[in-house]
């Protein structure tokens, strides 16, 4: 099972952008579809975005449509968020998770994967 550390996180006024990266340890990154969470204090962990292995399909969660951007690098073992035009309610801890397949499928609920990082804070200010 992959290892996921993530990074990037931190306070941006609103219409602001940031970059979270996610590394992974392991030489089968290639043969996992990542994906990118987020939970606010007393609410669920909701989903975001989702690359599949070979970055050939991407999807994202309705309120990120648009102003969010998932890629990945698999020679660097690297998954990215980028996150355009902020807002307060983007503020959240942002995990990134794997998933072990290489089906060409959403997968928008947490369970689906099996690897999680330790999160990273993004605050947004009004």
């Known amino acids: 099972q992959v290892q996921l550390v993530e990074s990037g996180g931190g306070l941006v006024q609103a219409g602001g952008s940031l970059r979270l990266s996610c590394a992974a340890s392991?030489?089968?990154?290639?043969?996992?579809?990542m994906g990118w969470f987020r939970q606010a204090p007393g609410e669920e962990r909701e989903f975001v975005a989702q690359i599949t292995w070979s970055g050939g399909e991407t999807y994202y969660a309705d309120s990120v449509k648009g102003r969010f951007t998932i890629s990945r690098d698999n020679a660097k073992n690297t998954v990215y968020l980028q996150m355009n035009s902020l807002k307060p309610e983007d503020t959240a801890v942002y995990y990134c998770a794997a998933a072990r397949t290489k089906l060409t499928v959403r997968l928008w609920v947490p369970t689906q994967y099996g690897a999680w990082g330790q999160g990273t804070q993004v605050t947004v200010s009004s």
């Open positions: 392991g030489r089968t990154f290639s043969s996992y579809a």
